[in-house]
């Protein structure tokens, strides 16, 4: 059991790391290919290695639905096509400082998951929890602005980008959170059907947008020139992070798994730190607000369980 826990753990690390890599990793290949067509060629590599694996262990079977489909499309679709198109956009929309508030914005998971289990699962959040939000916005707000407010407003496309990310996010949590549906099904199962009902999505989109000359196809040589950012994002932050952090959160909780996203904007201010962007003290400060306020509800989380108990 202490064996499976600690596993449970190295498998959330791996996850968030990896996921913290790719704001970085992203910034220059957005300049070059739009976020849609990359989402495609992201998560519809990641849906065939997927689908051969689940075929290898599990069999032909395992790809029916049970009449889960409408369930299975909605987390699929939410995940893949909604988090990726809406996080990737807002951090293009946002400029050289997108890759940091979106890692931000990932952090704020853990409380957007306390509203969606509100609205979902009718688990009404504590004081406390409403009162990290507050907080946690006020951090956020602070990365954001770097201390001036007016940027908000100032028509560099701030608040659009925000709320970009912040809805990708939202996205994001309702995926986890779909998850506790389908306790009997394996996770490689839930990872691959709903991965295979969210690039049907993206596809749909694709051709409506490209046929109404709001998109073009990329050429080869832009493919090309992404190719480094495609492989990390297909392969750390695509199958192996998001089986990881399915199974991570499987085996030590949803509790304990949602405390790592912390981990995901202190990955990427070393990264971006190292390919030479300058951090304000705002931003720093916003960070470790946000970051404060995300413990501390989950220590509080872990008391109130801990007292129930007894």
Do not use: H
């Not at 704020?108 to 509100?118: A, E, I, M, S, T």
């Not at 979902?120 to 951090?139: E, F, H, Q």
């Not at 925000?162 to 389908?182: E, S």
């Not at 992404?226 to 994002?233: N, R």
Request: glycine letters at 10%; a positive charge; one cysteine or more.
């Amino acid at each position: 059991m202490v064996k499976k826990y600690f596993f449970g753990l190295l498998l959330c690390l791996v996850a968030v790391i990896s996921w913290g890599g790719m704001f970085p990793v992203m910034a220059p290949a957005l300049n070059i290919m739009d976020p849609f067509y990359f989402t495609l060629f992201r998560y519809g590599s990641v849906a065939i290695i997927f689908s051969l694996i689940l075929l290898c262990v599990e069999g032909p079977k395992s790809f029916r639905p049970e009449g889960q489909s409408l369930k299975l499309w909605i987390f699929g679709t939410s995940a893949f096509a909604g988090f990726s198109f809406l996080v990737f956009l807002g951090q293009k929309v946002a400029g050289p400082s997108g890759a940091i508030i979106a890692s931000v914005m990932m952090a704020v998971q853990p409380l957007l998951g306390v509203l969606v289990n509100w609205i979902y699962r009718s688990i009404k959040p504590t004081v406390v929890s409403v009162i990290s939000m507050i907080i946690a916005a006020l951090g956020v707000f602070m990365v954001v602005t770097k201390g001036n407010p007016s940027a908000l407003l100032s028509g560099n496309n701030t608040l659009l980008a925000v709320m970009l990310i912040l809805f990708g996010a939202l996205c994001w949590v309702v995926y986890t959170a779909g998850g506790a549906d389908f306790p009997k099904w394996s996770i490689l199962r839930y990872s691959t059907l709903t991965t295979l009902y969210g690039v049907a999505s993206v596809i749909v989109v694709l051709v409506i947008a490209t046929s109404l000359g709001w998109l073009s196809f990329p050429t080869i040589r832009s493919i090309g020139s992404v190719s480094s950012a495609l492989i990390y994002m297909i392969t750390l932050a695509g199958v192996i992070a998001v089986f990881a952090w399915n199974l991570g959160n499987r085996l030590i909780g949803p509790i304990n798994g949602i405390l790592f996203m912390n981990l995901v904007p202190i990955t990427s201010f070393i990264i971006s730190i190292t390919n030479g962007y300058k951090v304000s003290v705002f931003e720093l400060l916003g960070c470790t607000i946000t970051i404060a306020a995300l413990i501390g509800n989950n220590i509080y989380g872990r008391i109130k369980s801990t007292t129930t108990k007894k």
